[in-house]
């Protein structure tokens, strides 16, 4: 019974289950009255859910807002909107919002939606101060309420009759900014205002500007006067005052400076007045400037002054400016309109002036230390002027010049520049060389006491015949050096190597060597050379010739190897000739005794080998020879019996007999042997 109960709860409860089913069809998000909302006015952010359901069923919804991936808004509600108010759309409401929407384990989003609240709050601009001395400082605060940063703020300071100036903040942790501004002179009355930007999807956005705040200047002391004394008309040599001075509010840190072109003439501090006097020159003239300080504040007046000329600059005149030493040098000194004055002649050195003497010519006779610039000095009331400089030039005569190859050497290899250098020793510069080659003039150079000149043109059958002039502005003229003969050294071109024999050459004969060049200047010195493990130096010569010969005597089995040889001359370059062979071999003579011993060696060894074959076969045969022997004796003597000769001649029937040395010969031997026994014995009567 209980168990019948259970099933039934349980398929209670899972039809139960099987009825409350419902989907998301979508979610979305919407704003209201629209997505561009002015700022201040009223905004509604709702969050719409549209969810299907098999039957009528409540479904708790969680709702969640969001403005640029930050939670602002979030509540639960049985029904499928939800609003998220917003009285007072400010620009920090500007953003991306979307929505999510959770219920019984299911969750879906919204698309997102850009809102633009258009419009900033009006900035607000105080001053820490409403009235301020020239030099100080004004701090300005501006400050953007209910914006959020980053946003950027520009203040502004606005004079009559001029183009505000403006500086741009940029904050991006804080929505106020601060700034100070320098009060400058001229600044009486001020103006400052603000206003901010901050940046939005379509740009930049502005606020307006702030109230404007109004900031009062005093001044700490009035623009100084400049006067001069003790009349406006200056001479040269009258006394000429200067004087500046100014009212001040607080004598504290407060400098007067007197300047003239840059230059600071005089000054004084916590002073009202400065006074500078002079005397008056031409160079006097010019603009003057008084200038008053205190801290940043600074003011000028400016004032230009004429002084008259009281006589122009003297003239030097010289008898001549370029001369030899020992000349006569007159110098005279002269102002036009003016004859009384003081006079005196100078000569300009590298520290000091030198005084020649106090007149207005000076004559004297020159030499070579008494070059330089020279000028007159005129002094009228305590005023000098100068003279322009005149230059005075004095010649010592150029000596001979010397030509010289600069390496030292009067030679030059074939193919190598030459460079020679032209001296004289004596001689007041700049002194003007002239080379030639032959009578060829190739350079002119001007230097002190030397010049250089390059020849890439050497040639083959070039010898030179250089030499080179010098001549300065003294009237001697101009001085020749000797004629150089130069050298040009032909290098060594193609050497190469030859021998008498070539390839073979018999024990004990001579061997001539013969190196040669196909160019190359002499003297020539030659090396000859042996090629083993390392290079063996086996002769060396010098020779006024393109070759040379060397004989090598009686010439040895270990004289077998590679032989070459080299050349070089004074242009320092060794050229090696290609390697010969050289094989040492026997004589005929030689090849004689050696085949006669070789061929006594293998007779007698022969005969040895014969021997010792004929002893070894002697031994074997010996035994069986007897017993042979004896068993054929009675055959011989019945043969010997049964037969009859034919010609009284006897032989042996097996072809073969066998001498005292057991030496086997053939039967026509025996056969002879035994008719000469024949002839001998039966051949004579008397023979027994």
Known sequence: MYLALLVIFLQCSELYAQGKVFTFNRVEIRVQ?????????????????????????????????????????MTVSDKEDARYEIPMAKSSDTGDYECTVKADGKLSFSNSIYVWVAGMTKPILTADKKEVLEGEVVKLRCELPEEVPPLEFFFRKIKTNSAPKEKRVPERNQNFSEVEYYVEEGDNILQFDCFGKRQVRSGWESSQHSNKTLVTVKEPFIKPTLITGPSSNVTEGDQIEFECSTVVAQMRDIEIILQKNRTILNSVRDKKFLKYSTVATQEDSGEYLCKVEQGAVSKTTKL???????????????????????????????INGFRRANFSIVRKGSHEDILLKNSRVLAMKVNVNDTGSYTCKAEIKGIVKESKPVRINVYAPVSKPTLSVVSGSPEVILGKPLQLICHSVMGTPPITFTFYKGDEIRKNVTNDTYAMFLDEDIGLNDNGRYKCDARNNHSSGVKTSNIL????????????????????????????FLCSVKEGSWPIDFKF????????????????????????????????GTYYCMASNRASMDVRSRPITIHVILAAWQKGVIAAFVLTAIAGAGAIALWWFLHKKKKAKGPSMEMSGSALAPNLTSEKLTRQPSDGNYYSGSGYIEDNENHMKSTDESKDSMENRHSRIYGHPDAT
């Open 33 to 73: 009255p629209s997505v561009k909302v002015k700022n201040g006015a009223p905004m509604s952010i709702i969050c719409h859910a549209d969810i299907s359901k098999n039957t009528d069923f409540q479904l708790k919804h969680n709702f969640t807002i969001f403005k640029d991936g930050k939670l602002v808004f």
């Open 304 to 334: 230009n002054v004429f002084v008259s000329e009281l006589f122009p600059k003297p003239t030097l005149s010289a008898s001549m400016t370029k001369l030899d030493e020992s000349k006569d040098l007159i110098l005279s000194c002269i």
């Open 485 to 512: 003969n130069v050298t040009v050294i032909v290098p060594i071109r193609n050497a190469s190597l030859g021998s008498v024999p070539y390839g073979e050459v018999e024990v004990g004969s001579d061997t001539a």
């Open 529 to 560: 050379f042996k090629k083993t493990d390392h290079e063996v130096l086996l002769h060396e010569v010098r020779e006024y010739s393109d070759r040379t010969i060397w004989h090598k005597k009686t010439m040895k089995r270990k004289d077998t």
